[in-house]
C-alpha cells in the first residue's frame, strides 16, 4: 500500500513546478516596487471562480526586475477558499515561471513569462505567462485556459 | 467532493480526518433482494490525515422511515483506541427516539469486529448482519483539478489512487423499517466527556446525504452550520442561498425553488424494494457528478468525463483494496 504522509504530500506538491493558469477572478496581494526596481507582488484567486463556492486559492507571487526584466514567479494552487487558505498545495499544480520581460507602461505593469518545466503542464496549458497589473485600480489581468481572468489587486 | 474535507479551508469538519465523512452509499444486495448495503465513508486521503477510526467518536447511519427528516432508526459505530495495532467495532441498532439522539444507545448487533489495516478485508458475520470496518480504496471519482480550473475537465481522476476508511453493512431490509422508502445520512459525533456522569456527551461533527450537497453550495462557515444542524432544520437555513445559487446557474425563481425543494433536506432516499440508482440510493459506480453537474448547472456542463474505478468488488465488503 502507498503510503502518502503529509510531509510527503507536501513535498510532492511544492517541489515540482507548476501550472496554473485561470480563468476567473483573482487577486492580487502585496504589490510594490521595493529595493528601487525589483516588483514584489502577490496576487490570490479563488478557484472556482464562477458562480459556485471557491474551493481553493490560486497564488501568484514573485520578484522582478524591471531593469533587468527578470525574476521568478510562481503559481500554487492551496487547498482552501481566499480567507480561509490552508497551507497544503495541490500536488502537481504548483508552476515557476521564469520572467523574460517586465514593462513599466506608466502606472501599470506587464511581465511575461515561461514555465520551463513543461513535463507538469495540464492539456490545454499553456507554458508561457503573461499578467497585466494595475496597482492603482487594485486590478490585474491574466489568461487561464484560454479565457481572461480578472486579478484584484491587494495591499 | 462528495463531501471530503467539507469545512472551510478544504479541511476535515473540527479538523479531525477521522470523522471526516468523504460518502455514504446504499443499495440493494446483488443477489438478494431482501438485503441492503449501507457504506459510510471516512478520512479522506488515507493514511496522510489519519490513521485510524476515532475512538473518542461515534459514527451513524441515520434512517428516517417516515419522511419527516428524523431518524427512526440508527446503526452506530463505536471503535475502541488502538492497542497494539488493533481496534475494535461494535454496532448498535437503536429505534424509535432512541434513534435520534446523540448518544451511543442502542441494542448491540455486533461485537468486537476487528478493524482492517491492511489489504485483506475482515469481515465479521453476527446473526443476519456482516460487517466491515478498514482501509480501503476510495471509490469517489471525480476531476476535481478540472473542477478547480473553472470546469476544464481533462479527464484525470483525482481520486483513482486514493484510500478511505470504509465501514460496510450489510442488513436485511426489515431491519431499515416496514416502508421500503426510506432516507439516510450519515452524522458523525466527537465525545464531549462525561459531564453529567452517566454516559458520554457527543457533540456534532460531520454530517452528509447526497454527494456534494455541503461542499458545493456552501461557502465558508455555512459548511460548519450545515455540518452542525440536522435534516429537519434544513430548509429554514439554507434554502434561499442554495436557490440564489440555482438562479445564477439560469433557473428560474419557480425552477430553482423546486429543485432545492429536491436537495433539501439533505437526505438520500431509498426505496430498498428497487435496485435502481442514484437518486435511489447510490451505487458504487454511479456517476453522481455528472447528475449532480447537469442539474446545478442547468445542463451548461453534463460530465466531468472520468467514470467508475475498476477496483471495487462484486462481493462484500465491495471497496477495492487498498493503495
Known sequence: MNKLNRRKFLALAGAGSAAVTTGGAITLANLGQTKGNTLTFRAVAGLPSRLLPAYASYVIEGHVNLETRSGVVTQTLYAGEPGEMSRIAFPGQSRIVRITDAQDLGGTFRIVGVIDDRSQLQNGESSTFDILLDPAQHIGRTSFFGSELLLHLEG | ?323
Not at chain 2, 461485537?111 to 489489504?119: C, E, L
Not at chain 2, 470546469?151 to 483525482?158: L, V
Open chain 2, 1 to 323: 467532493m462528495a463531501d471530503h474535507l467539507d469545512a472551510p479551508g478544504l479541511m476535515s469538519p473540527n479538523g479531525n480526518a477521522k470523522t471526516d465523512i468523504t460518502d455514504i452509499y446504499a443499495f440493494q444486495k446483488s443477489g438478494d433482494n431482501d438485503k441492503s448495503i449501507l457504506i459510510l465513508n471516512v478520512n479522506p486521503l488515507a493514511p496522510t490525515l489519519a490513521t485510524e477510526f476515532e475512538s473518542n467518536g461515534l459514527y451513524q447511519l441515520k434512517i428516517d422511515t417516515n419522511g419527516d427528516a428524523r431518524a427512526e432508526i440508527a446503526f452506530r459505530i463505536q471503535f475502541t483506541p488502538v492497542v497494539n495495532g488493533q481496534q475494535w467495532a461494535t454496532v448498535r441498532r437503536a429505534v424509535g427516539e432512541d434513534a435520534n439522539a446523540d448518544e451511543n444507545s442502542g441494542e448491540i448487533i455486533i461485537k468486537r469486529a476487528p478493524v482492517s489495516f491492511g489489504s485483506q478485508a475482515h469481515v465479521t458475520k453476527s446473526g443476519p448482519y456482516k460487517f466491515f470496518a478498514g482501509i480501503r480504496s476510495d471509490p469517489f471519482f471525480f476531476d476535481l483539478i478540472g473542477f478547480l480550473h473553472n470546469f476544464h475537465f481533462t479527464g484525470s481522476d483525482f481520486f483513482l489512487d486514493k484510500n478511505v476508511f470504509g465501514i460496510v453493512l450489510e442488513v436485511p431490509n426489515k431491519t431499515l423499517g416496514d416502508n421500503p422508502n426510506i432516507g439516510i445520512w450519515a452524522r458523525t459525533l466527537l465525545s464531549t466527556g462525561d459531564a453529567d456522569g452517566d454516559a458520554n456527551d457527543y457533540t456534532h461533527d460531520d454530517r452528509m446525504g447526497r454527494p456534494a450537497i455541503n461542499t458545493v453550495f456552501n461557502h465558508g462557515q455555512a459548511k460548519n452550520v450545515f455540518n452542525a444542524i440536522d435534516p429537519i432544520q434544513d430548509r429554514a437555513q439554507f434554502e434561499s442561498s442554495f436557490i440564489g445559487t440555482l438562479e445564477s446557474f439560469g433557473y428560474s425563481a419557480d425552477q430553482a425553488d423546486a429543485i432545492a425543494d429536491i436537495l433539501l433536506p439533505d437526505i438520500l432516499m431509498y426505496n430498498y424494494n428497487s435496485s435502481a440508482g442514484y437518486l435511489n440510493g447510490r451505487k458504487l459506480t454511479d456517476d453522481v457528478i455528472d447528475i449532480s453537474l447537469k442539474l446545478v448547472t442547468n445542463g451548461q456542463i453534463t460530465t466531468d468525463g472520468v467514470g467508475p474505478h475498476t477496483d471495487y468488488l462484486n462481493h462484500f465488503p465491495y471497496l477495492g483494496q487498498p493503495h
